[in-house]
């Protein structure tokens, strides 16, 4: 492991601590740290690749995978999913109505059928060997088991890459954001949902209530998840990147995107919308639903954000860099 990362951004070792010790795994501590110069957020120490590896086996899709914003694992929620994967895909349609559809982080790959059977051609890639065994089992999809960057996939091949909540997981963002520009079409668009979430307006607020009343009441899962409390179990360093819609924007441009496109909305966590017993879970939900709205209505900076992005031919970082 490297102990100090330079920012991805910029080049920069200036940093802060943002939130400290937020993370465990093997015995170790990690930090949230955000960069002086640009404001980019990553975690420090970085994991080294084959630790990263390690994080997605069958446990993370049986119970970490979700972070208390679902109940069960995920199997057992994908029919829960549907209605996201249909609004997901009817944005997408609006850009490219079939094609190849190439789908990064697939996970079990139940977003790649569900957009199989709206008439894409689709594949995939995971670095799970658990998830891609389940995709190629339970779908019959074409699922290549590794990082992006090992896959060999062809240039210039696919009509829309989808990115869904995986560049935060991703230790090499320009180094992947390159490889997806040189996968995509000339007129190809890539799809990214990542959660800004971090970075928003609310959570600067969020973070210094005294969330230690709710234990007992909330699951203890989805206070590490919102990243408001760190003296209970910890996840593991899922999230390398935490990003802000100014840092998201700042990564496509030195890779050679240009946004066209950006939606920001708000999970409501399932056991809130579904249960709400008790009255700190009616207030948590009433706050979630609020900016919910808000969010939707004004399009500001929420808990996730969607950019669709395309190739601007002529800027951008070159493969060799």
């Known amino acids: 492991m490297s102990e100090k990362q330079k920012c991805e951004l910029c080049g920069s070792t200036s940093q802060r601590i943002y939130l400290p010790s937020i993370y465990h795994y093997q015995g170790r ?5 955000q960069c002086t110069n640009c404001g980019l957020v990553f975690v420090q120490p970085m994991p080294d690749i084959d630790t990263i590896r390690s994080f997605y086996d069958e446990k993370y899709f049986e119970s970490d995978f979700s972070c208390g914003m679902f109940e ?11 209605e996201e994967y249909r609004e997901m895909l009817g944005m997408i349609q609006q850009y490219k109505k079939s094609g190849k559809l190439l789908e990064v982080g697939c996970a079990a790959g139940s977003f790649l059928f569900y957009a199989q059977r709206a008439g894409f051609e689709v594949e995939g890639v995971d670095i799970s060997e658990w998830a891609v065994d389940k995709a190629r089992t339970q779908f019959g999809l074409k699922v290549h088991q590794g990082r992006l960057m090992e896959v060999n996939l062809p240039e210039q091949n696919y009509d829309v890459i989808f990115l869904s909540d995986l560049l935060e997981h991703e230790p090499e963002p320009t180094k992947f954001l390159l490889e997806v520009k040189r996968l995509l079409k000339p007129d190809g668009v890539c799809v990214i949902k990542v959660p ?22 909330l699951d203890p899962r989805l206070l590490q998840a919102l990243k408001v409390w760190n003296k209970g179990p910890k996840f593991p360093p899922y999230h390398l990147f935490e990003y802000s819609p100014q840092t998201l924007t700042m990564l496509l441009k030195k890779c050679g995107f240009k946004i066209v496109e950006r939606k920001n909305f708000l999970l409501v966590p399932e056991f809130l919308e579904t249960k709400r017993k008790g009255l700190v879970a009616r207030v948590v939900w009433l706050g979630f639903i609020s900016l919910r709205w808000l969010i939707r209505k004004l399009n500001i900076h929420g808990g996730h954000t969607i950019v669709f992005a395309m190739r601007e031919e002529g800027n951008g970082a070159s493969s060799a860099d």
């Open 196 to 217: 800004t979430y971090v970075n928003s307006f609310y959570y600067r607020v969020l973070r210094h209530f005294p969330w230690s009343w709710t234990l007992g009441k």
């Open 29 to 33: 501590d990690y930090d949230l740290v």
């Open 72 to 82: 069960g694992n995920y199997l057992e929620t994908q029919a829960s999913r549907v």
